[in-house]
């Protein structure tokens, strides 16, 4: 089942009564309106964004949240998010996942890595084919990357990737402190790397234990490394927010709920189709499968399949869609300026 994500932008009280989050809104109450209360199963929520100075949280709610695996961001005076609260104790052998994840041997890392990569740069090929520009070259160094990627395909890939994907009168260049649209951008990718932070503990892995990101300084090492080829799916949204034309220099309140659906995005896997939330947990226990040595590849979504015979790489084709002919429930069991972001 897809969890909700709750975003608040105003003056709240969150509280818990009888298992469900009971949410107060003064302005609301203020004005004499009868929804200035509502109630939510705990339940039926993934994730909790509180984005305002005058929210207040008790306790006991925080406690109910992460119990159920919620994650919970909080931003800062700038509406940036600042923080990641996720629950100490996420699956039933946590601790055997454990050995296996810290135990894993210098050459699967380096497999998972290039299994990453190469699904990371096809996705990103994938939306350069959407938009009708050449992408033979991001096909053909997908293929070619190496265990552990000595060769920085990522890197050729990423600069290519950026230089064409937005509108040339643009002038984009990728930076974490850059203009707009990377306002968009690291928003976007802030609530993603949350979703995977959460789908990663859930899966009873070691989120600050990445496969190839070893900043000493992050604690989500593993959630950058399995969030890269889920990136793509935040650029489509932020793409399609420019090409309808909106304002994209200020992370107004209707652009951030477009970001915050990244977690409701249907993603396409070789099994089928999942919303983007129940897919990462999808990955992450492929993830830690492979650890145990019980599968010897992870599970990542595919925008489209290069390998189609028909396929056109410089040809645009509205028609041509990589979800699987039926769908199904997946069922629960970098550039470098993006790899810290601001939490």
Request: hydrophobic letters at 40%; glycine letters at 6%.
């Amino acid at each position: 089942m897809i969890k909700r994500t709750l975003y608040f932008s105003n003056p709240a009280y969150l509280n818990l009564r009888d298992q469900q989050l009971q949410i107060d809104l003064p302005n609301l109450k203020a004005l004499g309106k009868e929804d200035a209360k509502k109630h939510i199963p705990i339940e039926d929520i993934g994730i909790v964004i509180l984005d305002h100075q005058q929210i207040t949280i008790t306790h006991a709610c925080m406690a109910a949240l992460l119990a159920n695996n919620v994650a919970l961001i909080t931003c800062n005076h700038t509406h940036h998010p600042v923080g990641l609260l996720l629950p100490i104790d996420g699956h039933h052998t946590q601790s055997e996942r454990y050995k296996y994840q810290i135990e894993a041997s210098q050459p699967l890392k380096k497999q998972l890595w290039q299994q990453t990569i190469q699904a990371k740069i096809l996705n990103q090929a994938a939306v350069l084919f959407e938009r009708g520009i050449p992408c033979e070259n991001m096909v053909h160094w997908a293929k070619s990357v190496k265990s552990g990627d000595p060769d920085n395909y990522e890197g050729r890939a990423a600069a290519y990737y950026w230089k064409n994907v937005f509108p040339k009168k643009l002038d984009f260049f990728r930076g974490r402190e850059g203009d707009p649209p990377n306002n968009l951008l690291n928003y976007g990718y802030a609530i993603l790397r949350a979703i995977v932070a959460r789908g990663i503990v859930s899966s009873g892995l070691i989120p600050t234990l990445g496969i190839h990101h070893k900043n000493k300084y992050n604690a989500y090492c593993l959630a950058d490394d399995v969030m890269e080829p889920y990136r793509p799916f935040v650029d489509k949204i932020v793409l399609k927010i420019i090409d309808d034309g909106e304002n994209f220099l200020d992370l107004s309140t209707p652009i951030k709920s477009k970001l915050l659906g990244i977690a409701s995005v249907d993603v396409s896997f070789e099994r089928g189709t999942s919303p983007l939330m129940v897919g990462v947990q999808y990955t992450t226990a492929s993830l830690a499968k492979c650890y145990e040595g019980g599968m010897r590849k992870i599970n990542y979504p595919i925008i489209k399949d290069f390998d189609a015979k028909k396929v056109k790489l410089y040809q645009r084709n509205e028609n041509m869609s990589l979800a699987a002919e039926e769908e199904i429930k997946l069922i629960r069991p970098t550039d470098e300026d993006d790899r810290s972001l601001p939490f």
